[in-house]
């Protein structure tokens, strides 16, 4: 698109009144941690420091305690989430802040290391603060691509009215279920006893159920519905167009529950890695201090 | 007929039995007659457990009866005591048809045929009314109820529910909700289509029907009752099927009719109006006297007092002073001046040319509703885009209006008799401009409530604020240097006119050309291009339109069609032109206006092809913003939902922002194109929800945000009001543990709202908490803002003005 309907949302776009948090303020933490990296790398290649670049040098002090002082800020961000207290702060901007000042620890990190790693607690360190990022910047992707995909999905359809009708096919798959053959009948049953989310967090990250039950009953039924002529009143018809839409709404609710896991697992790694590097960090520091 | 009574009083409601219980207390000899089998119906009629509130708290009591806020179980039976212990004579299943005769005689009829004699009448019948019967035959078998109790109380019945209304829903639904009950429940609407139920409930019932639960039968009316059959006029011709019983919820009617029968006037014929009453609550019938909630006073504590006060007004005690006066008194001591109650009154009423028409006690009414407020010379009364939506009337002194925010030399004298700041009463929007006393000045500020009342009690009141509110509104509108006395021409040719949702006041292609000004509400511009409608702009109210046929003689270019209700001032198209003559500047300002309109027009028309994905969207999300009520919205939140990662952290925010109860539903609500408008308040311009809301507990705050005080009884008057299903009714959970017991010592539910589990489990059985409403009130006092946009981790959540969803709806269609 382009014309002055374009002109337009550019200038909406900048005026910083709806920007997301990559964007926030006309990318103002990007440019903030993009100027930080650089300075640090110029220092890093102009200042001659003696014996060679390393993280007990005056230059290796100094990132290094920029770095620790910066991972302390980073984790306050689960903090911030959670305390709601007044003031003019917003969560998107310290957003926006910890992931692109989060980045250049990259720089600043490896820089302190003067590239000196080895098979000890300091590269322990230094790895573990690399996965925390590189969880990050898995967050990032799927905080871009899934919102829109779980929205499309869910088609103004919430995870309550989701559960709810699928309560009611259910009832209503009980009570369909009664005039028939107990062969069928122990089909049916068979689905409504299956817990469909049920398998563990493999399942419902892939969203693949290869044992369902309201599958296997659907298609075992339509195995004999398929080559009759419609009935009207015929009960399996019955149970054939409510597993049919079981199916359906089974498969947008395991697509909604996926796509939730998927913004959520990183975090599962993303925070507790956390822990552990600050874990890391403190014996990294003390072993410094004391033994170096 | 054997005995006459002194006093007859209809209606055992909360005013009904304390003026029974004061007749019996004096001796008098009187009859309290009953329609039910029960004392004060509408009360019985609460939910079981229902915590009743004792609200003015400053009122006192003034009964022979007890009444202090409680469960209702309690209070009906402290009542029930108590009216037995005072020796009330009552008559229960005594519905009062008829009221003939004249004061000192009146013959009351009954239903069942009884007649009653007594010398004066007290009507306390409250606003209930009857429900609408089922008019065809059969209508009067007994199998066909008008309330329903318990829906659990039927098992294995066929059971019709006639008229699809909410209360008909909701019977419905609860007749079919358990399947083990076995019920086979059919709802019957006239309409085709669902008009006046809420939308979460026809969803409800929709789903109800999907799931075979329910039988919907829509364009359908009865046309006969017989025992187990009932027979359907269908879209598809005549049915008779089973039923076992019929549940009418066909509305009711208001008891208006019955009263004006007995020869009580009301004040206008509005559907607000109440009874014309004298200071001792006499009717224009003499002898019959109108209490409580018939009479304008909702409030238990109001009926107990009044119930008092009108047997010792019947009984020759004129000289008694009405409970209220302590909360009269408190609301003058600040004024200048040393009058009492009365004088002040007197002094207000007759200096304030829209309250000469009141009476005493209309007055005294209309100022427990209002304040009077002192300014000393150069005190600011209100600034520039302040919000509020009150009407200030000028008692003594005057005031000045600052025309130009920058030059405060700049100014108009608004003299004492008049009013000032009507437009945010009629728009519902900010302030226009800045007001200042100009020497000292007693005003009395009129909620909008107060002035409401006041309209539709006084039509003299009506029609002197709304010229003055045309002529303030096109000097405003206009501006350019107009004066009152150029607009002498338009004034006399003016129309009000209200357009329904959706009717156009401009067809494109029509001819005409008259101005109108948006007065009220919002409109939204359409354009036909290649067969479809395309969405040109929306105009928030205080815009005109209908300049571009005027100016240029040409017909209709455009459509303009009502986004919600409006009003719009329409002007007479050669009243305007000649004014535009004599004012080259305004002519001018217009021009500059139309400019910028036709090239919008031309604009669109010319990339009619090639973007026509583009304008479709564009259009397509902005009928979608107005059919979910952002027409009227004041300011509302919206959703992202190309960033929404769904963690709800907004929800947790707005709980725990306000006593752990979250006012919004971020999932639930309305999508388009990626813009999700949730379960939120829009903070409406007119609040639907204020309407009906006994305590007057809902406000506009200082920014704009509709809020609900302490002083709610909960009701749920205004939760079934609000069209968009925003409002709670919910008890304050527990205190939660400290965010850092949560954190570290894992105590307590953590951030959010905490589960009903949770907060059954650790409520103190010492505290009833009683059920009140909750919604959103944009966080009003927390500095910072609204927590659920700070709290929001992506951007995704954002609230917008109607001004600017627009730019909102361009921005997310997607097009980039
Ligand atoms: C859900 C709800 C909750 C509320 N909560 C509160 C609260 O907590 N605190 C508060 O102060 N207010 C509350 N109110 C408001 C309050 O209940 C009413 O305004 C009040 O009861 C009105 O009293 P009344 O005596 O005027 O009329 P009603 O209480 O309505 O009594 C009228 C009586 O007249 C009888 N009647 C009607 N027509 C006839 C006839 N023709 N012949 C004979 N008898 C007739 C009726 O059966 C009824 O018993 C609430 C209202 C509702 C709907
Ligand atoms: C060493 C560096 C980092 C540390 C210590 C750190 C720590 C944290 C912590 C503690 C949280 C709070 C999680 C929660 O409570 O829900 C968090 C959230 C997050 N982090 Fe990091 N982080 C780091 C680097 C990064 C980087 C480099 C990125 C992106 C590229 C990133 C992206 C995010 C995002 C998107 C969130 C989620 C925000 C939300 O949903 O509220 N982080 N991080
Ligand atoms: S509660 Fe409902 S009616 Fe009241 S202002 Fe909010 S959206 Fe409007
Ligand atoms: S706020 Fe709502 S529930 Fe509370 S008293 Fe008013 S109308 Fe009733």
Request: proline content about 6%; hydrophobic content about 35%.
């Given at each position: 698109m382009s014309g002055p309907l374009q002109r337009q949302t550019a200038r909406v776009r900048s005026d910083g009144t709806h920007e997301g948090f990559l964007r926030h303020a006309s990318f103002r933490w990007l440019k903030i941690a993009g100027g930080i990296s650089l300075i640090a790398l110029l220092g890093y290649m102009m200042i001659d420091v003696q014996p060679r670049h390393n993280g007990g040098s005056w230059y290796g002090y100094t990132l290094g305690t920029i770095g620790v002082l910066l991972i302390l800020w980073l984790s306050m961000l689960g903090v911030r989430k959670r305390k709601m207290s007044r003031g003019h702060w917003s969560l998107k901007a310290w957003t926006s802040a910890h992931v692109y000042l989060g980045l250049s620890l990259v720089v600043i990190g490896t820089l302190h290391t003067g590239f000196q790693l080895g098979w000890n607690v300091h590269t322990l360190a230094y790895v573990l603060m690399l996965l925390v990022i590189l969880s990050g910047i898995w967050g990032i992707i799927a905080y871009t691509n899934l919102p829109r995909l779980m929205s499309a999905n869910r088609d103004q359809t919430t995870e309550a009215q989701m559960l709810a009708s699928l309560r009611s096919i259910d009832r209503q798959l009980h009570d369909a279920a009664q005039p028939l053959g107990q062969e069928h009948a122990a089909l049916v049953q068979a689905s409504l006893d299956q817990d469909p989310f049920g398998g563990g967090i493999g399942r419902r990250l892939s969203n693949r159920y290869p044992g369902c039950m309201t599958r296997y009953a659907h298609e075992q039924i339509l195995q004999v519905t398929g080559s009759q002529p419609r009935v009207d009143d015929d009960p399996l018809e019955k149970v054939d167009s409510l597993l049919g839409r079981k199916r359906a709404i089974l498969a947008r609710t395991r697509k909604h529950l996926q796509l939730k896991a998927l913004l959520e697992i990183w975090l599962y790694i993303h925070v507790p890695m956390t822990f552990a590097l600050i874990a890391a960090l403190i014996a990294h520091i003390v072993s410094v201090f004391f033994y170096w | 007929m054997t005995e006459t009574y002194r006093i007859a009083i209809i209606g055992s409601g909360s005013a009904g039995l304390s003026a029974a219980s004061r007749a019996a207390a004096l001796g008098l000899s009187h009859v309290l007659l009953e329609k039910t089998d029960h004392l004060s119906d509408t009360i019985y009629k609460y939910q079981k457990g229902k915590h009743v509130m004792a609200t003015p708290s400053q009122l006192v009591l003034r009964s022979d009866v007890d009444f202090a806020a409680g469960k209702r179980e309690t209070i009906l039976g402290i009542w029930g005591d108590q009216i037995a212990g005072h020796k009330v004579n009552v008559l229960y299943n005594s519905e009062v048809k008829a009221i003939d005769g004249e004061q000192g005689k009146f013959a009351l009829q009954l239903t069942d045929g009884t007649m009653i004699a007594a010398e004066t009448v007290v009507l306390a019948i409250g606003t209930q009314g009857n429900p609408n019967l089922m008019r065809c035959p059969g209508g009067d078998l007994p199998h066909v109820q008008y309330t329903l109790d318990d829906p659990g109380a039927y098992i294995d019945e066929h059971i019709a529910v006639i008229g699809a209304g909410d209360a008909g829903i909701e019977n419905a639904l609860g007749l079919a909700a358990d399947p083990e009950q076995r019920n086979a429940v059919t709802i019957v609407n006239r309409n085709p289509e669902f008009t006046t139920a809420k939308d979460a409930n026809i969803k409800a019932l929709m789903a109800a029907r999907d799931a075979g639960r329910v039988i919907v039968r829509t364009g359908t009316t009865p046309s006969l009752v017989e025992p187990g059959f009932i027979t359907y006029d269908t879209p598809d011709g005549e049915l008779k099927v089973r039923c076992d019983r019929v549940i009418a919820r066909m509305g009711s009617a208001p008891p208006r009719k019955f009263v004006e029968s007995c020869g009580v006037e009301f004040t206008s014929e509005d559907r607000v109006a109440f009874p014309k009453l004298s200071p001792t609550f006499e009717s224009t019938k003499p002898g019959i006297f109108v209490i409580g909630a018939l009479a304008g006073y909702p409030l238990i504590k109001h009926c107990m007092n009044q119930g008092h006060d009108v047997v010792e007004f019947i009984n020759g005690n004129v000289g008694l002073k009405p409970a209220d006066e302590p909360i009269l008194e408190a609301k003058f001591r600040d004024l200048p001046g040393h009058k009492n109650v009365d004088e002040w009154l007197e002094y207000l009423r007759s200096n304030i040319s829209i309250l000469n028409g009141l009476t005493p006690l209309q007055m005294r009414e209309f100022m427990l509703d209002s304040e009077a407020r002192f300014y000393r010379g150069g005190e600011v009364i209100f600034e520039r885009n302040d919000p509020g939506s009150s009407l200030f009337s000028i008692a003594s002194g005057s005031v000045e209006v600052l025309l130009d925010p920058d030059d405060h030399a700049k100014t108009v004298p608004i003299a004492a008799g008049s009013i000032f700041g009507e437009v945010g009463l009629i728009s519902g929007r900010r302030r226009g401009a800045t007001i200042r006393a100009r020497e000292d000045t007693i005003c009395v500020e009129i909620s909008r409530t107060a002035?409401?009342?006041?309209?539709?009690?006084?039509?003299?009141?009506?029609?002197?604020?709304?010229?003055?509110?045309?002529?303030?509104?096109?000097?405003?509108?206009?501006?350019?240097?107009?004066?009152?006395?150029?607009?002498?021409?338009?004034?006399?040719?003016?129309?009000?006119?209200?357009?329904?949702?959706?009717?156009?006041?401009?067809?494109?292609?029509?001819?005409?050309?008259?101005?109108?000004?948006?007065?009220?509400?919002?409109?939204?511009?359409?354009?036909?291009?290649?067969?479809?409608?395309?969405?040109?702009?929306?105009?928030?109210?205080?815009?005109?339109?209908?300049?571009?046929?005027?100016?240029?003689?040409?017909?209709?270019?455009?459509?303009?069609?009502?986004?919600?209700?409006?009003?719009?001032?329409?002007?007479?198209?050669?009243?305007?032109?000649?004014?535009?003559?004599?004012?080259?500047?305004?002519?001018?300002?217009?021009?500059?206006?139309?400019?910028?309109?036709?090239?919008?027009?031309?604009?669109?028309?010319?990339?009619?092809?090639?973007?026509?994905?583009?304008?479709?969207?564009?259009?397509?999300?902005?009928?979608?913003?107005?059919?979910?009520?952002?027409?009227?919205?004041?300011?509302?939140?919206?959703?992202?939902?190309?960033?929404?990662?769904?963690?709800?952290?907004?929800?947790?925010?707005?709980?725990?922002?306000?006593?752990?109860?979250?006012?919004?539903?971020?999932?639930?609500?309305?999508?388009?194109?990626?813009?999700?408008?949730?379960?939120?308040?829009?903070?409406?311009?007119?609040?639907?929800?204020?309407?009906?809301?006994?305590?007057?507990?809902?406000?506009?705050?200082?920014?704009?945000?509709?809020?609900?005080?302490?002083?709610?009884?909960?009701?749920?008057?205004?939760?079934?009001?609000?069209?968009?299903?925003?409002?709670?009714?919910?008890?304050?959970?527990?205190?939660?543990?400290?965010?850092?017991?949560?954190?570290?010592?894992?105590?307590?539910?953590?951030?959010?709202?905490?589960?009903?589990?949770?907060?059954?489990?650790?409520?103190?059985?010492?505290?009833?908490?009683?059920?009140?409403?909750?919604?959103?009130?944009?966080?009003?006092?927390?500095?910072?803002?609204?927590?659920?946009?700070?709290?929001?981790?992506?951007?995704?959540?954002?609230?917008?003005?109607?001004?600017?969803?627009?730019?909102?709806?361009?921005?997310?269609?997607?097009?980039?």
């Open positions: - | 002035a409401l009342k006041l309209q539709s009690s006084v039509p003299a009141a009506t029609r002197a604020i709304e010229r003055i509110c045309t002529e303030r509104q096109l000097l405003q509108f206009f501006g350019s240097g107009l004066v009152p006395e150029d607009l002498v021409d338009i004034l006399d040719s003016y129309e009000i006119l209200t357009v329904s949702a959706g009717k156009p006041v401009i067809s494109e292609g029509d001819e005409g050309d008259d101005i109108f000004v948006i007065r009220q509400g919002s409109m939204i511009v359409e354009k036909k291009v290649g067969g479809k409608n395309v969405f040109l702009s929306y105009l928030p109210a205080g815009s005109y339109v209908g300049e571009m046929a005027l100016i240029g003689s040409t017909r209709r270019t455009a459509t303009v069609k009502a986004a919600i209700k409006s009003e719009v001032i329409k002007l007479q198209g050669a009243a305007f032109k000649a004014l535009l003559t004599r004012k080259p500047q305004l002519l001018a300002r217009i021009k500059t206006d139309m400019a910028s309109r036709q090239d919008l027009n031309s604009f669109v028309e010319a990339k009619k092809d090639s973007f026509s994905s583009v304008v479709d969207m564009y259009s397509n999300v902005a009928n979608f913003l107005v059919e979910n009520g952002i027409g009227e919205a004041t300011d509302v939140l919206l959703i992202d939902e190309n960033l929404c990662v769904g963690c709800d952290n907004c929800e947790k925010a707005c709980a725990d922002s306000h006593e752990g109860l979250s006012r919004l539903d971020r999932e639930a609500g309305r999508t388009y194109a990626h813009l999700h408008v949730p379960t939120s308040c829009r903070h409406c311009e007119h609040p639907h929800c204020m309407a009906d809301c006994p305590p007057n507990a809902i406000h506009r705050g200082p920014d704009g945000e509709v809020f609900i005080d302490d002083t709610c009884i909960g009701c749920g008057n205004c939760q079934r009001n609000c069209p968009y299903g925003v409002i709670r009714m919910e008890a304050e959970p527990p205190k939660k543990p400290g965010l850092l017991s949560w954190m570290l010592l894992g105590l307590g539910p953590g951030p959010g709202e905490p589960s009903r589990k949770w907060s059954y489990k650790n409520a103190d059985p010492q505290v009833e908490k009683a059920k009140k409403a909750i919604k959103c009130d944009m966080c009003s006092g927390i500095e910072g803002g609204p927590a659920c946009v700070r709290a929001c981790p992506t951007g995704a959540a954002i609230r917008v003005s109607p001004e600017r969803f627009l730019t909102v709806a361009r921005l997310d269609g997607d097009g980039d």
